[in-house]
Each structure stands twice: as C-alpha cells, then as structure tokens.
C-alpha cells in the first residue's frame, strides 16, 4: 500500500533533457531509499540509478553515468531523476521504487531489492 506516482515522461529529441519526479502517495518517502529502474520494448527492468534515504549517496548504471543525476527533497516527498543528452537507447518506461527492508544508508539497483513500484512514466527519446 505504498502507492510511488512518477511524472515528468514525455517525448524529447536526442541531445535533450527531461526530469523525472517520484513522489509517495499518502505516505513519507524519507525512511526509504529510492531506485529508478527502467524497462524498455522487449527488455527486462534494468537499474538506473539509486539514491539513499538523505540523499548522501547515489549511483548510477554505466549507460547513464555522467548524464543522469538522481535527487531528494524529502521536505517535498519528492526523488528526481535528471536527464540530460538523452539517447534513443534511453527510450522506456521509467519506473521509481522503494524498499521497505533494505538498509536504509545503502543505496542498490537491484530490481529484486525494491517491493513497491509506481506505475511508471513514458520517456521516448526520437532521433
């Protein structure tokens, strides 16, 4: 029942940049990390970027690294993942999640780690 609600997806040329939003619905978000995941056409869900409940340590996947930067502003129960010089391989669904076991100052891209998901926003990057 930890509703997270993405927002922010749209369609964007490459070399373009987009930000994305996760907020908890109804709940605080500030005693979870938080991860972005992403899954595009024919793909499996795939880590993007993680950020730790104060927002003092973050990590990236190698493909984004550099380009994407990940955020917090519990005041505003709010995770933001920026994206910069999109790609046309950055096209998928951008899902944000929470784990409500995992060590709180150890941020993770394993999709397995994370037990609730929003509903994920469209990010489609046109060439």
């Known amino acids: 029942q930890l509703q997270l609600v993405e927002s922010g997806g749209g369609l964007v040329q490459s070399g373009g940049s987009l930000t994305l939003s996760c907020a908890g619905a109804?709940?605080?978000?500030?005693?979870?990390?938080i991860g972005w995941f992403r899954q595009g056409p024919g793909k499996e869900r795939e880590g993007v970027s993680c950020?730790?409940?104060?927002?003092?340590?973050?990590k990236y996947a190698d493909s984004v690294q550099g380009r994407f930067t990940v955020s917090r502003d519990n005041a505003k129960n709010t995770v933001y993942l920026q994206m910069h010089n999109l790609k046309p391989e950055d096209t998928a669904v951008y899902y944000c999640?929470?784990?409500?076991?995992?060590?709180?100052?150890?941020?993770?891209?394993?999709?397995?780690?994370?037990?609730?998901w929003g509903q994920g926003t469209q990010v489609s990057v046109s060439t």
């Open positions: 999640g929470l784990s409500t076991w995992a060590v709180q100052s150890m941020c993770v891209m394993t999709p397995v780690v994370y037990n609730s």
């Open positions: 950020v730790t409940t104060n927002g003092d340590s973050t």
């Open positions: 109804g709940f605080a978000i500030d005693r979870y990390i």
